[in-house]
């Protein structure tokens, strides 16, 4: 019986050994599912300030009159007084661009029965304008109003190199996730790894400010104030923390 005893078990024990390597080698080629670490997943928020450091103008001439050679003509003199105003003004030729041109019809009001008549016709032309020396921006608008413009509006202040700023808000953001997520931990009595994971709202953009402007009357006598102020530029990321074992 001994002897019978021994062989059972020697056989178990081959039996094992031959089954070891199969089961090792399916485990090799099929990936087992992971379960993830635990994690702390943070919203970070950071932003920075600055000045903006040139503006960006639409200035414009409307005309009216009676046949459509007379309106553009009157409008080619009035925007080529405007146009000289702004080279008098140091505004390089390359930051004067032509935005829009049109010229309409003019008719009368329709009545009731009646069929519309025309009355004349209407020239429009609008230029964009880039303002670097922004500390200019209200004695540019006062010489534009002069020289004839009937329109100025959407003056927007921005940033040549806002990528710079919005870096540095980054950077805050990053340091804003690591501090809750820190607090977190310690509330939590964990202790916080690596960063696992960043991802930034995109869905956020740098603020515009505009301001329409409509010259309806001769330049006042006072001087244009305007005032580019500063701007802040946010950023809000999502972060996810490891948990350190």
């Given at each position: 019986?001994?002897?019978w ?45 600055a000045?903006?450091d ?55 009001s329709?009545v ?6 025309l009355t ?5 032309n609008?230029?964009n ?8 921006a ?15 509006g ?10 710079q ?9 990053v ?5 809750k ?16 994971f ?6 956020s ?26 701007d ?12 350190a074992?």
């Amino acid at each position: 019986m001994a002897a019978w005893h021994g062989l059972f078990r020697a056989a178990t024990l081959t039996i094992v050994f031959a089954i070891g390597p199969v089961i090792g080698s399916a485990f090799a080629q099929t990936p087992q599912p992971q379960t993830p670490d635990a994690r702390i997943v943070v919203t970070g928020e950071g932003s920075a300030s600055a000045a903006p450091d040139y503006a960006d103008i639409s200035a414009g001439v409307v005309t009216r009159a009676k046949t459509a050679g007379e309106a553009a003509d009157t409008n080619a003199k009035l925007m080529a007084a405007v146009i000289g105003a702004l080279t008098d003004a140091g505004i390089a030729r390359n930051d004067i661009q032509t935005a829009q041109f049109s010229l309409q019809p003019v008719y009368t009001s329709p009545v009731s029965g009646s069929e519309q008549k025309l009355t004349g016709f209407s020239v429009s032309n609008r230029l964009n304008v880039k303002i670097r020396d922004i500390g200019k921006a209200g004695v540019i608008l006062d010489k534009l109003f002069a020289a004839g413009a009937t329109e100025i509006g959407n003056i927007e202040y921005l940033h040549s190199n806002p990528s710079q700023l919005l870096d540095q808000a980054r950077q805050a953001a990053v340091a804003d996730a690591r501090r809750k997520a820190e607090l977190y931990a310690k509330a939590a009595g964990l202790s916080l790894g690596s960063v696992a994971f960043i991802t930034e709202d995109t869905g956020s953009a740098p603020p515009m400010f505009g301001k329409m402007l409509r010259a309806a009357a001769p330049m006042a006598a006072a001087p244009t104030q305007i005032l580019s102020g500063e701007d802040t530029l946010r950023v809000q990321i999502v972060v996810g923390f490891d948990v350190a074992h």
